[in-house]
């Protein structure tokens, strides 16, 4: 099957709404035909400056309008983060991915950024970065640099996304990810389910993510982490299938991409986690915590490979790499 950018609404919703173990069925062939069924890419989480962010995002620990009570935190300094960096190599990631709390990076953050990746680079990891909005001329020197992902979620459907966030709107995330896709980049999005909306709403999120110009080669999807003290801290818990369900449709219409299991997945059982895998999810975050919230942990993600016979991918050499190495030999 030849990889599709011209999806409509309603295709997308007849997938999602068929009988779960027909759709999980198709996913799951779906994924067979482009991956090794048992490889999961994994990925850690740092997070390089924490809270305190000017935007208003409902579900969010770090927003400085809601009570959350996290204790903020300045930058971190780039040696404590190449620390973390080698930790996580050591433990089996293939990427690294670093988060701060901003509306979009300064100009004065800058500098700290791009020497950042280049060191996380030289330790033979994948880089990933996610620090809000960025400008074309950003998004230039963090490629120049070596970042290989971008992460910027679209988080739910056009029509959701104004009851969730007021103070950057939909076009801009897709003008940053228009620039990071300018400057050769490979793009992380993806979004969250169960802020309180409906199916059509995921269908609208999915619909948008795979009829971009490019499908983002790293999908994320997060099942909401309600936090006290957010407006979304009490909304209803969504069902786990219908976590299930949005995964197994972007593995079928974004066939190459890889789905990533992100947030949430600390209060799932293994076999929800399980049946995931079976929806065509084949990444993670591993490490004991997110940004800010409690993850699934190393141990654990450990027992569950072992479960269920999954290994970790290797960190895909860079192509200045393999011609090094062919020079070499
Ligand atoms: N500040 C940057 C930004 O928003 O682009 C990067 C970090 S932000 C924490 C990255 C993504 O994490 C958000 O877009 C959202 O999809 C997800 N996220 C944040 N808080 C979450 C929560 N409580 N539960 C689930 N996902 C969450
Ligand atoms: C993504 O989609 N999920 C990750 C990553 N991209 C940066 C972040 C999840 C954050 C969950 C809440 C927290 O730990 O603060
Ligand atoms: Fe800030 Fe990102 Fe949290 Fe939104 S999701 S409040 S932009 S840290």
Known sequence: MTVRNDWTRDEIQALYEQPFLDLVFKAQQTHREHFDANTIQVSTLLSIKTGKCPEDCKYCSQSARYDSKLEAEKRIAVDKVIQE????????????????????????????????????????????????????????????????????????????????????????RLDTLDHVRNAGMKVCSGGIVGLGENSHDRVGLLLELSTLPMHPESVPINMLVPIEGTPLADVEKLDVTEWIRTIAVARIIMPKSYIRLSAGRESMSDSDQALAFMAGANSLFSGEKLLTTPNAGEGRDKQLFNKLGLKAEKAKPSVAELTIDAMAS
């Open 85 to 172: 960096a080698k930790e996580a190599l050591e433990s089996g990631s293939s990427r690294f991915c670093m988060g701060a709390a901003w509306r979009n990076p300064h100009e004065r953050d800058m500098p700290y950024v791009l020497e950042m990746v280049r060191e996380v680079k030289a330790l033979g990891l994948e880089t990933c970065m996610t620090l809000g909005m960025l400008n074309q001329s950003q998004a230039e020197r963090l490629q120049v640099a070596g970042l290989d992902y971008y992460n910027h979620n679209l988080d739910t459907s056009r029509e959701y996304y104004p009851k969730v966030i007021s103070t950057r709107t939909f076009d801009d």
